[in-house]
């Protein structure tokens, strides 16, 4: 109820209505405050005295006939405060509820008799503080307009709710806390306006003061008092004037101006009129309800702004520290370029330095040579060796004026940065406009044709339907985990294919795709169910046919997998059964209803009627080894399958397809042995060390062989040494058995040692780890032996 609080205050005097009354606008005034409000037309200026001298229509005829409102509905003209002659003189004011108040020319004579009983000036006017409209009292004064008996009955009622201490109803500003109230005057009073405003002398004497709480009570057990008649005082209300729209008593309508109206009885309108307002209030009660999940929404709105705005703070933030990075680097680089020109030039000098040093000593030892010759005295011998001295000097001589006198290398440095195009560009840096809002892109339709899994991959495509004009920007590729549970984005782009790695063997995924633009996402696509290829010892036989090569799919690892591979995917692809209901597009790696009778879907065109005949549909692996994971040394040929390396320590390389489900089987031949190294064969997780041999951390499981011996290691733990190596044209086998969680090797098709590693689970990757000395080919799509199949059968 504390919402409706405003609606029980006077816009006067700011406090709970006391004694209401009923202006012929419908709205409400204190009594006191009706009359604090009055203005007192000039006599010369009445309407009595216009109409005596014959003067046309006055603003005051107006406010007259606006008085008539009183008693007609037909006349709806206000006259305004303004033209009044005292409204110029007498400035505006505002009440505690903010609404302007015209104060009175001149203050109301003090009395001591009620608001409704004192007299009102003659040629008094009142206007509304709320919407301003005017009109002159008549002879009756305040006591012409209805009391609201029903507003002061629901401001008792709030007012008894409401457990806080009375008020006093007196104070100006801030209300006291009532200490008495009078029994006669119904009035809440502190002590400070008691004493003021009820001074216990004269006829106030005689009046009842008690407590606030007792006062409080009494006026509960009060009896509310009856509308009466607001022309006949000892009459009450007994009927209802239909055209004047107000109830009259039994006199109005026999010797009144409403004896001609049509009446109708009190109780019946009443009700009637109760029954609109309960009508009328469910309309409103709708739009009250539209207007607080507006204000959710707004609310929303602003968590929202501000989310956004730190996400946009972060990400401005994040661009211009890429750029201050960029900037940092490339400072780095041209500073050493700076450092490399100086290098440059102080080795050059220094070797000046070094050679005129040891040139100048040459020369000052051929000269003391000389001058010591000089004083020898034996002509003969001086003879003997005077003309080689002499062609020495002079060859020495012409050493030094060869340019060796001349510095090789300036002091200055050749190099002038230009910044002014970054300059500007950095001052031209501010945001994009954003354009004028447009709808959403429609849905985007997947292209069954198009779409298929290998493997553990799947690829998908879709495009923008053929009618659509609304542009996308980019799509969501959304899959979820292979169980039925929560989709995930796996690619955000501009593409409209895109293949996803790193998927469970023999599993069902859900792929569904929606587009976007500035405006906002469009709705997401039909479902479309995709099945991995299922692990056995069965080779797969599919006829595969390529995909055009101007709709190269994006490549892209499963999130499950945690690995991104951007390049192109495998040329080929299976065929698959298409089936369409309402709600879902299925896609299944089963090939039977191909062949079945009388089906009829578009994939059975002519250009499948070389479909081979497929005696079993459970596929086997095919991978590659992938270069984007691998050590910067490893060298790849043969399509990726055949890898060798640049330095003489081991390096790791990874296959593209990892595995976590089903049994795999998968050979490497030694193509190349040279100086009896240790190349190593396992599997390991996508972040193993790229830089040591296969099995030194935690994250590779092993076995690395020489040409005697081999060992299995995980953890850099050596265990069960086995007699055999290895040779050129030696094979290796690795299987990898995740159903019954264990590793085994092979060489020559014969088991290497015990099982080499029990209790794994995972993600697993194929790997090698090998050096320059070899170089090993990688087989795959192959069955599991016989012999273990038999075994596992057995088991």
């Known amino acids: 109820m504390e919402e409706m609080e405003e609606e029980l205050k006077c816009p006067v005097c700011g406090s709970f209505y006391r004694e209401p009354i009923i202006l012929p606008c419908s709205h409400n005034l204190c009594q006191a405050c009706a ?58 004011q505002k009440s505690p509820n903010g609404v302007r108040v015209f104060p009175p020319a001149m203050p109301p004579p003090p009395t001591h008799l009620s608001p409704a009983l004192a007299p009102v000036p003659r040629n008094s006017c009142i206007t509304c503080p709320q919407c301003h409209r005017s009109l002159i009292l008549d002879d009756r004064g305040l006591r012409g307009f209805p009391k609201n008996r029903v507003l002061e009955g629901v401001i008792d009622r709030y007012q008894q709710s409401k457990a806080a201490a009375l008020k006093c109803q007196l104070c100006e500003k801030a209300p006291k806390e009532a200490t008495v109230m009078c029994e006669q005057c119904d009035v809440f009073y502190c002590d400070p306006c008691r004493l003021r405003c009820h001074p216990p002398r004269g006829p106030l004497a005689k009046h009842r003061l008690v407590p606030p709480a007792q006062g409080r009570v009494s006026r509960r057990l009060s009896p509310r008092k009856v509308s009466t008649c607001t022309d006949h005082e000892l009459e009450n209300h007994s009927m209802y004037c239909v055209q004047c729209k107000m109830p009259v008593c039994y006199q109005c309508l026999e010797e009144g101006k409403h004896s001609s109206h049509e009446v109708k009885a009190l109780g019946a309108m009443w009700k009637l009129h109760k029954s609109q307002l309960s009508q009328a209030l469910n309309g409103l009660s709708d739009r009250a309800k539209e207007a607080k999940e507006f204000l959710v929404q707004l609310r929303s709105m602003v968590q929202q702004i501000q989310e956004n705005s730190v996400e946009f703070e972060a990400c401005l933030v994040a661009q211009c520290d890429a750029l201050i990075d960029a900037l940092n680097r490339r400072k780095a680089q041209l500073l050493a370029r700076v450092n490399k020109e100086h290098e440059h030039k102080l080795k050059v000098v220094r070797d000046q330095i070094s050679h005129c ?78 354009k004028a809002s447009s709808p959403v892109p429609a849905t985007p339709i997947l292209q069954l044709e198009e779409c298929c899994t290998h493997n553990n991959s799947a690829t998908l495509s879709w495009k923008q339907p053929p009618l659509s004009t609304v542009a996308a920007e980019g799509y969501i590729l959304e899959l979820d985990d292979g169980s039925g549970g929560q989709f995930r984005e796996v690619y955000v782009g501009k593409e409209t294919m895109c293949t996803v790695d790193g998927l469970h063997f023999n599993s069902t995924y859900n792929a569904r795709v929606k587009a976007f633009n500035k405006t906002g996402v469009s709705p997401y696509s039909k479902t479309l169910v995709l099945q991995t290829s299922e692990d056995t010892d069965s080779e797969e036989q599919t006829l595969p046919f390529p995909v055009p090569s101007e709709r190269l799919p994006l490549r892209r690892m499963s999130p499950f997998s945690s690995t991104l591979n951007l390049q192109p995917s495998f040329p080929g692809r299976s065929y698959f059964d298409f ?26 065109s002519a250009s499948y009627s070389q479909l081979v005949d497929i005696k079993k549909l459970l596929a086997v692996a095919w991978f590659a080894f992938d270069p984007g994971s691998a050590h910067s040394d490893i060298i790849f040929s043969n399509d990726n399958l055949t890898v060798t390396c640049s330095s003489y320590d081991d390096r790791v390389v990874l296959g593209k397809t990892g595995f976590s489900k089903g049994v795999h089987y998968w050979e490497l031949t030694i193509d190349r042995y040279d100086n009896h190294p240790d190349p190593a064969f396992g599997v390991a997780r996508i972040d193993v060390m790229k830089d040591v ?67 794994v689970e995972g993600l697993f990757f194929p790997a090698v780890s090998l050096n320059r000395n070899v170089q090993v080919t990688l087989h795959t799509g192959l069955p599991v032996p016989d012999f273990y199949s038999s075994r596992a059968s057995i088991a």
């Open 35 to 92: 009359r604090n409000i009055l203005v007192q037309t000039p006599e010369s200026e009445s309407p009595q005295s216009r109409r005596a001298s014959g003067s046309g229509v006055s603003d005051y005829d107006y406010l007259d006939l606006d008085k008539m409102s009183l008693y007609s509905e037909a006349d709806s003209g206000y006259g305004s405060y303004g033209g009044f002659a005292s409204a110029p003189t007498t400035p505006c």
């Open 357 to 434: 040093t040891v040139k100048l000593r040459q020369t000052t030892g051929l000269m003391e040579y000389c001058l010591e010759v000089i004083k020898e005295n034996d002509p003969s011998g001086f003879l003997q060796i005077s003309d080689a001295l002499i062609r020495r000097v002079h060859l020495t001589e012409d050493q030094w004026g060869k340019g060796t006198l001349t510095p090789r290398m300036t002091t200055d440095f050749d190099l002038s940065l230009d910044n002014s195009p970054l300059l500007q560009s950095i001052h031209q840096l501010d945001f994009v406009q954003v």
């Open 579 to 604: 089936r369409s209901s309402p709600h879902q597009l299925s896609l299944h790696s089963s090939l039977q209803s191909l062949n079945a009778p009388g089906c009829n879907f578009e994939t059975q």
């Open 693 to 759: 041999m296969l099995g030194k951390d935690d994250k590779a499981w092993a076995m690395y062989v020489d040409n005697n011996r081999s060992w299995f290691m995980h953890n850099n733990s050596h265990t069960n040494r086995t007699e055999g190596g290895i040779t050129k044209g030696a094979t290796i086998g690795v299987l990898l058995d995740l159903n019954r969680k264990t590793l085994t090797f092979f060489i020559n098709n014969e088991q290497q040692g015990p099982i080499a590693f029990e209790n």
